[in-house]
């Protein structure tokens, strides 16, 4: 009954026709509950004047990873978004993709393996979220032989042990060197007083879906601070998936059965003494790939990927009573990649499968010592080195039985890098940031990588002018990964560049309201993407020089009530230089829409998050449909003391839409779920 009158009145209409209607009606359900409310609070104050700039900064965040030390988003060097645990929550999100697919400007894709995260019109198919640099707690998680930086259910981060995440826009090379192109994604995780006992935790959804957690936090009188916590997560994902692609005779009529299941599992903990702070995970996931990726037999559940990555981190930092403020950080990661791929080798009628293996193993460890000191009153200067030794690099692909080794490359890797930044206090309101990073590499050598900004903050506005330049080193498996059937090395592959500017407007309409505004440009020259050799092998070249334009637009809003919202429109153009072309896999239009309406005070929340995203090129240069995709989530704490419970309902409408494929798919677009739905159960003591 609940979707009776939408069916009807969007049946006798256009498909074109459908997603504009869906459209316009999350609009309304989005904001007439923040417009009725704001009804009611037409007296709101005005922005404080300028000497009462106590009442003014009070509920302006504070973000660590734009600088490497704690500001106002107001003075940071880029343009800064922050999701906080609260939200998080009370939207409903799952992964670290669902937090990002609702940030501005972002969008996420799948391709039944892999989340792939994309940024200011650029998500190229195939690329492993390389050119987003993913820390968490400051600690680098891209790996060292793909660069990946994990999103969905791969990520080594529980959800429901994130504090924040702070997404910093822009190049940040000058700070952290490679992989920081498109921008940093900082996730800050929860700490043991924050819990304060014991949490336990129970999700069940769709497809056989099933999670369960359970962590351990305190603080001691004497200030030691530990938290430890383990979860599970298994899904079987479809029963039964259609690939008109592999619609033909022998190959079960397009239908992959049981091959989509998903499970993980992690291990987290941190331990906090004085100046100290000593922390730990380890993930591990296994996924069945019911895509048939590389040519590989259709309709097995015998294809699949599993990764694991673990690390340890110790971190000191003190501020002395000379304002030294010094950090050091020693780490230790280990990254294993394992895809099992079966193959019909034959030349005949007659099958001749065969599993081929894929094995990955990367060791690294690293060091990183930081000062940061005010000088002159007027200058915060910070200067860092960082050391990485990536210690092993091994990739080898071989059939299994009978064995036959087509790859077997091992290689190591030394990087060193200096940086230096100076945020200098020109007048009181207006701020000058300038930063250059020099990181060399063992094969092939140095670069060098600025940024510059000029911050001007008013009672009510911050602009802010931003200059960046970054780099992305090709890593070991564009570089040197050749199997023979399916790949092809290419060892002379030179580092990617990219230049921004950025223009950032933020104004305070009033004390409930915020507006921003962005406009960017941006050039990758040299940068490295996928192709086809003359022989039919998949190889990576610096194959093109990018230019990009864009305008990101958002508005936020936020009562004591409890209601919250915001709305965003990103413009994003982005072309090769030469041809003109618009890039695979680039939505011109992204429109967001977000809502946390309190239906019953401080016990009920509706969570309520619709996205538009526009027409996308595929690798053959048609382009998939336009989508709709609407999420709602009730969220109840505070009935029982100590219990939470939630329930979402994903692609409210079932939306049938795809994501481009890439190189390895036979299929030009990937479909998505339809409606999903997770129940979640929280208990705290």
């Not at 903990?269 to 100046?275: H, N, P, R």
């Not at 990927?305 to 930092?317: F, I, M, N, R, S």
């Not at 290419?490 to 962005?518: C, G, Q, S």
């Not at 240069?621 to 989530?633: I, K, M, P, Q, S």
Request: glycine letters at 8%.
């Amino acid at each position: 009954m609940h979707f009776s009158f939408f069916t009807i009145a969007t049946d006798a209409v256009c498909p074109r026709s459908r997603w504009r209607n869906r459209f316009f009606l999350g609009l309304a359900l989005t904001l007439l509950p923040v417009f009725a409310d704001a009804q009611t609070d037409v007296s709101a104050e005005l922005p404080p004047a300028v000497g009462e700039e106590s009442v003014l900064f009070h509920d302006i965040p504070s973000v660590f990873g734009a600088s490497k030390y704690e500001q106002k988003v107001t003075e940071a060097p880029s343009s800064i978004t922050i999701i906080t645990a609260d939200e998080i929550k009370k939207y409903g999100h799952r992964t670290l993709s669902d937090i990002l697919q609702s940030v501005n400007g972002f969008f996420v894709t799948n391709d039944r393996n892999y989340s792939y995260i994309g940024a200011r019109g650029f998500n190229r198919p195939g690329d492993y979220n390389t050119r987003l640099l993913l820390l968490v707690d400051g600690h680098r998680l891209n790996d060292s032989v793909f660069d990946q930086a994990p999103g969905g259910t791969e990520a080594p981060v529980d959800i429901d042990l994130i504090d924040r995440v702070e997404i910093i826009r822009g190049p940040s090379s000058s700070l952290y060197g490679t992989n920081a192109f498109f921008g940093v994604i900082n996730v800050i995780t929860k700490r043991g007083r924050d819990i304060k006992g014991v949490e336990l935790s129970a999700e069940v959804g769709s497809y056989e879906s099933h999670k369960g957690r359970f962590t351990l936090g305190t603080q001691f009188e004497n200030g030691i601070e530990a938290l430890l916590s383990g979860s599970y997560y298994d899904s079987r994902g479809h029963n039964r998936l259609f690939y008109k692609e592999f619609k033909v005779p022998g190959l079960s009529n397009g239908i992959a059965r049981n091959a989509d299941e998903d499970g993980s599992y992690h291990l987290f903990g941190k331990l906090s003494w004085s100046d100290f702070t000593l922390q730990g995970s380890y993930h591990s996931r296994e996924k069945k790939i019911p895509t048939a990726a590389f040519s590989s037999v259709f309709n097995t559940d015998r294809t699949l990927t599993k990764d694991e990555h673990g690390y340890v981190d110790l971190k000191y930092q003190h501020l002395f009573a000379d304002q030294w403020d010094v950090f050091a950080r020693l780490y230790y990661d280990r990254y294993y990649y394992r895809g099992d791929y079966l193959f019909d080798y034959s030349e005949t009628e007659e099958p001749l499968i065969t599993l081929n293996r894929d094995i990955t193993l990367a060791e690294w460890w690293g060091a990183e010592l930081k000062v940061t000191r005010r000088f002159f009153e007027k200058h915060r200067v910070t200067v860092g080195h960082e050391y990485r030794d990536n210690m092993i690099q091994d990739q080898r692909n071989y059939d299994v039985s009978p064995f036959a080794s087509y790859l077997h490359d091992q290689r190591s890797l030394r990087i060193w890098a200096f940086y230096f930044q100076d945020e200098f206090a020109i007048l009181d309101n207006l701020i000058l940031n300038g930063g250059v990073r020099y990181d060399h590499y063992d094969t092939f050598g140095g670069t060098t990588n600025p940024r510059v900004a000029l911050i001007y903050n008013l009672p009510s506005t911050s602009i802010k002018l931003l200059y960046g330049e970054a780099f992305r080193a090709p890593n070991p498996f564009e570089q040197y990964y050749g199997s023979g059937s399916v790949f092809q090395a290419n060892p002379d592959l030179a580092p990617e560049e990219i230049t921004t500017y950025e223009f950032v407007v933020e104004h305070h309409l009033d004390k409930n309201w915020r507006a921003a505004m962005t406009g960017y440009y941006y050039t990758i020259d040299g940068l490295i993407g996928q192709t086809e050799t003359e022989d039919g092998l998949l190889t990576f070249e610096n194959l093109e020089n990018i230019e990009a334009k864009g305008l990101e637009f958002e508005l936020d809003g936020k009562y004591e009530s409890g209601i919250e919202g915001r709305v965003s429109y990103a413009l994003q153009e982005a072309k090769n230089q030469d041809s003109g072309e618009k890039l695979t896999n680039s939505p011109q239009h992204i429109v967001k829409l977000a809502l946390i309406y309190p239906v019953i005070a401080d016990k009920l929340y509706a969570g309520l998050e619709s996205q538009y995203m526009s027409e996308r090129r595929t690798l053959s240069g048609r382009n998939t449909r336009g989508h709709f995709l609407t999420n709602f989530t009730l969220f109840n704490q505070n009935l029982i003391k100590g219990l939470e419970v939630s329930g979402s309902v994903f692609n409210l409408f079932d939306e049938a839409y795809g994501d481009p494929g890439s190189g390895e798919h036979r299929q030009e677009v990937i479909e998505q779920d339809g409606r999903t739905f997770w129940l979640k159960l929280k208990y705290a003591f």
